[in-house]
C-alpha cells in the first residue's frame, strides 16, 4: 500500500498536523508531545555559550518558547 503524500491529505488533517515535524514508523508518536516546563537546561557550557552568542535557538524558558508553542506558532 503505497503511502499519501502530504499535499493529497485532507485539508483538517493538513491545518491539525502543520507546523509538526513528519512521524512515521512503530515508535513515533502521533501527534506533538507537550512539553511541560517552565525552563530548560544545557547538556554544556559549550551549548549555553552557543546559545549566548545566537548561535543556538535552544529553548531556555517557557515564556520566550519551548517545542509545544513553537509547534502551535508554526499551525
Avoid: Q
Avoid at 513515533?28 to 546559545?51: D, G, L, N, Q, Y
Amino acid at each position: 500500500m503505497k503511502k499519501k503524500k502530504h499535499a493529497s491529505l485532507n485539508p483538517t488533517t493538513r491545518a491539525i498536523h502543520a507546523g509538526e515535524p513528519p512521524r512515521h514508523g512503530v515508535d513515533a508518536p502521533v501527534s506533538a508531545e507537550i512539553v511541560r516546563s517552565s525552563t530548560f537546561t544545557f547538556s554544556s557550557s559549550k551549548k549555553m555559550k552557543r546559545w549566548a552568542e545566537g548561535k543556538s535557538k535552544a529553548y531556555i524558558y517557557t515564556r520566550y518558547a519551548n517545542p509545544t508553542l513553537a509547534i502551535a506558532e508554526r499551525k
